[in-house]
């Protein structure tokens, strides 16, 4: 990342913060399916006499969203290389908005039968979109106006959003069950988003475009292609990127989406002791990010990440286990401890050291492709830790968590460390150096 004066930066916690909220009103906007899916939409929207049938049917949409998320993280990398970061901001939420709120107002199956998963599929497909754009322009608007050793810091803020909108998420989903009966229950958290949007909107239009693109557009290094550009000369790097998020995303997801519908089938316990579980280590996740983000900047990316990849090869026999005894204390710290030490360590350093391994005329481009590619296979990962439940047990699904933890270690060991902490930087220029890959 190349220096800019300081006079032409906003604040950096001003716009990390910003950043955050944003990303949280999206998260809530993603993750309300997800829950939706597990407690749900098996029932609503697919008729099947068959529970498991039902979630997998769910999932199986869940994981739509995911198919479709490189193609918003392809266009928002293209046009926040192009036309900048803020931009591309500002139309993810509308996207995303706009898909929540009419899942919400969807009939059901009961009422028009097979439209009904039809049109929910065609919604699922456009938030998928919107998620996909919004985390690249979300993380660069942080790191690239922080000072060069705080990004891991700043960077880590925004991603704060993420367990702030599973928070709102559950939390909404556990008030609206409480409140209201029959779809409503389902219903009203996906209308609620249309308020959270409103407010991600008013927030982000008050932040000034990056520095970093400011300086890039001025002295003309604009790309006219710069998705295809780093994906033909990058394509090593952004492949790395997706194996290192396997055990982040992918674990996430077993232990939130999988786990909420587990407990039911194998008649462990309700689905409210994963939900509180989830909102736990999601609280907890508020601050554990920001640990781990300034961590980084005085150990080094890797070693924090590693935290979490050995934490996922270590813990996915005894999570299940844990969970198994079907007591709410043990699935309450099961779960908190899967989000807070497999999730949370490698998360918080995935804005910084992802960015740092790219030039910023391709630097949108780069990790939104990458970051968004593991989507792919996170999205199909609920679907397939109950089908290996359906199949062996819950040995399966615990296998699969390890699996993702020893993927994702050794693609870190492959990546470049990128702290100038570790590399000796002494300038923002001298730590982007080794990355100029792409010319």
Do not use: C
């Not at 998360?347 to 939104?368: K, L, N, T, Y």
């Not at 699904?397 to 930087?425: C, D, I, Q």
């Amino acid at each position: 990342m190349s220096a800019v004066p300081d006079s032409r930066k906003d604040n950096p916690a001003k716009v990390s913060v910003a950043s955050m909220i944003g990303t949280a009103v999206e998260s809530y906007d993603f993750f309300i399916y997800g829950t939706a899916s597990a407690a749900y939409f098996g029932n609503v929207f697919f008729h099947s006499g068959n529970d498991l049938i039902g979630v997998l049917a769910s999932f199986a949409t869940l994981a739509v969203g995911f198919f479709f998320r490189p193609l918003g993280g392809y266009l928002a990398g293209h046009y926040g290389d192009r036309l900048g970061r803020k931009k591309v901001l500002l139309w993810s939420l509308t996207v995303m908005g706009i898909g929540t709120v009419l899942i919400g107002l969807l009939p059901t199956y009961g009422q028009v039968g097979a439209l009904a998963p039809i049109l929910l599929i065609l919604l699922r497909i456009l938030q998928g979109i919107g998620f996909g754009a919004e985390w690249g322009g979300a993380v660069l608007m942080a790191v690239e106006h922080s000072p060069e050793r705080k990004r891991g810091f700043y960077g880590a803020v925004p991603q704060i959003g993420i367990p702030a909108g599973l928070l709102l998420a559950n939390g909404a989903f556990l008030l609206s069950e409480a409140l209201f009966d029959g779809d409503w229950a389902w219903r009203m958290p996906f209308l609620f988003s249309i308020v959270m949007i409103a407010a991600g909107m008013f927030i982000r239009m008050r932040i000034s475009e990056s520095p970093e693109f400011t300086e890039m557009k001025e002295r003309k290094e604009i790309r006219k292609a710069p998705a295809l550009d780093v994906i033909r000369r990058d394509w090593r790097v952004i492949v790395r990127i997706m194996a290192l998020r396997l055990a982040e995303t992918g674990g996430y997801y077993v232990t939130t989406s999988f786990l909420l519908s587990y407990v039911v089938l194998a008649s462990l316990t309700d689905k409210e002791s994963v939900l509180i579980g989830t909102m736990v280590g999601s609280a907890l996740g508020l601050g554990s990010h920001l640990l781990f983000g300034a961590l980084s900047d005085r150990i080094g990316r890797k070693p924090v990440f590693l935290i979490g990849s050995l934490f996922t090869i270590a813990f996915g026999i005894p999570m299940f286990l844990m969970v198994n005894t079907g007591a709410l204390i043990m699935v309450i710290v099961a779960v908190t401890l899967g989000l807070l030490f497999s999730h949370d360590p490698i998360f918080a350093v995935e804005s910084s050291w992802f960015s740092e391994q790219f030039p910023r005329d391709v630097r949108s481009s780069g990790i939104s492709l990458g970051y968004n590619g593991a989507s792919m296979v996170a999205g199909l990962l609920p679907f397939l830790a109950t089908a290996l439940y359906g199949w062996i047990g819950w040995t399966g699904p615990a296998l699969l968590f390890v699996l993702l933890g020893v993927v994702s270690t050794v693609a870190a060991a492959f990546t470049r460390e990128t702290a100038p902490v570790r590399t000796g930087a002494t300038t923002v220029e001298d730590a982007d150096r080794p990355a100029a890959a792409v010319s």
